[in-house]
């Protein structure tokens, strides 16, 4: 796998320079400007030798054909992270930023088989529930009030103060989280992207879908949560904990950073400037060559085989570059060819995205609320200063700052106009519980 004479040269500062060695998908340089490492990647042919955080390697699959038959083949390729090799015989430090994304747990992103379909399908049944007309209406009225906070301003952080609250707010109303149960949620999800004092917030928020899950048992309503728990799979206490866990916070990430780059695209893109009604397309666009994931899907082999060109040993880390595939020749010819959803954003096979139709549809409506309130938002720095956050899974702004015309906040709905449950039901404990920002917006809604 040495390099040949004519191979791309390295990104500056990478450690492949020397004979052996693995190509960081993490810090500064790499965040800044991915591009340059997946075309060097490529030159490995269909996979290449990775570290995805000090100390832990992976296989890194970079060609569209072989990413497929990678998430395709369930027989060869196991999700289960209880084989992963290298976390067995300690070669993962206890401390290690990706654990909290790659642990093994009793969902349906790390099962295989029989026990996958099961979960998967409860998954699915459920959110395949959801009423479009309430989600649209449900994302109006959250952006709404995400954009009162800062309308009048003039100027605003347009990732922290809208693209990364607006999904989990929606999720908590989806979810029918009550006042303290939607504030410790979204703490917790904020932590674990963040990694900031990560184990804690994980702790935060397992205990909190875990008051949610006994909450709905007793009293249950027309949420995504109640309709797991009445599911024909009979889903367990500890089972509706973790799958409720992993849409909140899988379905939370990847809406963030699309709603943020989908922005990002608009802004900076004279295109989309001065064009109107772009806004599905700026969002394929995104979807193609700054996806929300970038190197995800974490795979085991089952035994000792050769794949794509390469000897893998039982248990070792494989992931998909989403990011790589989609830039690469072969998907680029398809979507010259006009093939615009052949991307692997959503990824593919068993464990493809069951969301992908409210994703899209939360992520447009977002959008499109935005800039209907504020028509003249615009970049308020030079593109080139603004700052990627690092790490090897997702693609995301560490801030987009915006200016506009100074508008006056939205006004509230009224009470008889409110018709979500979880404000309806948690009105009372809106008034003892203010310190939270989902509290702030039910008591937005209810006064």
């Not at 904020?190 to 008051?211: C, P, R, T, W, Y």
């Not at 039982?314 to 989609?326: F, H, K, Q, T």
Request: proline share 8%; hydrophobic share 40%.
């Amino acid at each position: 796998m040495d390099a040949q004479p004519t191979a791309p040269v390295p990104p500056p500062g990478c450690p492949a320079h020397q004979p052996g060695g693995r190509v960081p998908l993490y810090g500064p340089e790499y965040a800044a400007d991915p591009e340059p490492y997946y075309t060097y990647l490529r030159h490995y042919g269909p996979t290449a030798p990775v570290e995805i955080a000090p100390g832990v390697e992976a296989t890194l699959v970079t060609d569209y054909a072989t990413a497929l038959q990678l998430l395709q083949d369930s027989g060869s390729f196991r999700k289960d992270a209880r084989r992963w090799r290298d976390l067995n015989e300690g070669r993962i430090a206890p401390d290690s930023p990706v654990l909290p994304v790659l642990a093994y747990r009793p969902n349906c992103m790390s099962s295989d088989g029989a026990e996958h379909l099961r979960l998967r399908q409860s998954i699915s049944d459920s959110m395949a529930r959801i009423d479009p007309m309430r989600l649209s209406q449900s994302v109006e009225r959250i952006s709404d009030f995400l954009i009162s906070q800062f309308s009048e301003r003039g100027s605003a952080d347009l990732i922290g103060s809208y693209a990364k609250q607006l999904p989990l707010f929606v999720f908590n109303e989806l979810f029918g989280c009550t006042a303290d149960i939607g504030d410790r949620v979204f703490f917790g999800i904020s932590g674990m992207f963040d990694g900031i004092n990560a184990e804690k917030a994980s702790q935060v928020l397992f205990e909190a879908v875990g008051e949610l899950v006994a909450l709905k048992r007793r009293k249950p309503g027309e949420d995504v949560t109640s309709w797991l728990l009445k599911h024909q799979t009979r889903l367990s206490d500890e089972e509706m904990v973790h799958q409720v866990s992993l849409l909140l916070g899988a379905g939370a990430e990847p809406l963030v950073n699309l709603i943020g780059n989908t922005l990002h695209r608009i802004l900076t893109d004279d295109r989309y400037a001065h064009e109107g009604g772009l806004i599905e397309e700026a969002m394929d666009d995104t979807l193609w060559e700054n996806p929300p994931m970038t190197n995800f899907a974490a795979h085991y082999p089952v035994s000792d085989m050769e794949f794509a060109g390469q000897k893998l040993t039982a248990g070792d880390l494989m992931l998909v570059s989403i990011a790589a595939a989609n830039t690469g020749p072969t998907l680029s010819a398809a979507r010259k060819a006009g093939s615009n959803r052949a991307h692997l954003a959503w990824s593919a096979g068993p464990h493809a995205c069951p969301s992908k139709e409210p994703a899209r549809q939360i992520v447009v409506s977002a959008v499109e609320n935005l800039l209907n309130r504020l028509p003249d938002v615009e970049l308020s720095v030079p593109e080139g200063s603004l700052t990627w956050r690092q790490g090897a899974f997702s693609r995301g702004l560490v801030t987009l700052p915006a200016r506009y015309t100074p508008v006056k906040p939205v006004i509230r709905p009224s009470r008889q106009t409110t018709t979500q449950a979880p404000a309806r039901e948690t009105a009372g404990a809106v008034r003892h519980e203010q310190a939270g920002v989902w509290s702030k917006f039910l008591n937005w809604l209810t006064k």
